[in-house]
């Protein structure tokens, strides 16, 4: 089993829908991210979080919200999904020192 | 503002050859990672270096590290087909990693 596991691995949803992206790790990390990839660019932060309680914004958390269920799963959401939000994303996950970060497999979330 | 720059963007070349990729960051950073990814594909690890002069080596990989300059090299020696993939830097800012836009890497037989 992998590391990481992201669900749903592909979506196509409507302008305007719910949708929730889920992740586990199975590492027993308490560090989880969530990260955004375009095409070209690279990876930037959608929510961090480093235990259960703490739950922080990065670099683009608007229309985005995160919950953090148990250590092991962390799940993205977007509340009114939009065409711009169409993208790859990725959880990962690290442990207290950060050397290390491990990526899922990648969710393509496609808007129309 | 925290920015991760990375050139070349694109890099096209030929098997057997040497080359380098450059990673500069705008700030203070306690450590520096390379990834690779593959087309469609997760992002894999490949180095991560802490300090000022670290030098890490993996085959025909090798980072390093100038944090006076701002500065990390990844270095291909005698590049095969298998390198071909998109190169990452990242930079960490209180926990945070700080992407480069990537380097895309197609070495030619």
């Known amino acids: 089993d992998a590391d990481v596991t992201q669900t749903p691995r592909n979506r196509i949803t409507k302008t305007g829908k719910r949708i929730m992206l889920e992740c586990s790790q199975t590492k027993g990390h308490d560090r989880m991210y969530w990260y955004r990839q375009d095409p070209g660019l690279g990876l930037r932060l959608i929510y961090y979080s480093f235990d259960v309680k703490d739950i922080n914004k990065g670099e683009i958390s608007d229309g985005y919200s995160v919950s953090r269920q148990a250590q092991a799963k962390f799940s993205l959401s977007l509340e009114s999904a939009i065409p711009n939000q169409t993208a790859l994303y990725f959880c990962?996950?690290?442990?207290?020192?950060?050397?290390?970060?491990?990526f899922g497999e990648g969710s393509w979330l496609t808007v129309v | 503002e925290l920015k991760v720059e990375q050139n070349p963007l694109f890099l096209s070349m030929q098997e057997g050859k040497n080359y380098t990729i450059y990673c500069n960051y705008s700030t203070t950073s306690d450590r520096l990672y390379w990834y690779r990814q593959d087309p469609g594909k997760s992002l894999e690890s490949l180095f991560v270096?802490?300090?000022n002069g670290a030098v890490k080596q993996e085959g025909r990989l090798m980072a390093s590290l100038d944090t006076k300059a701002r500065l990390s090299t990844l270095h291909i020696t005698a590049a095969v087909h298998d390198l071909s993939a998109t190169y990452f830097c990242a930079m960490d800012s209180n926990y945070q990693l700080i992407w480069g836009a990537g380097t895309k890497l197609i070495i030619k037989p």
């Open positions: 270096l802490l300090s």
């Open positions: 990962a996950t690290s442990d207290f020192g950060g050397n290390t970060i491990y």
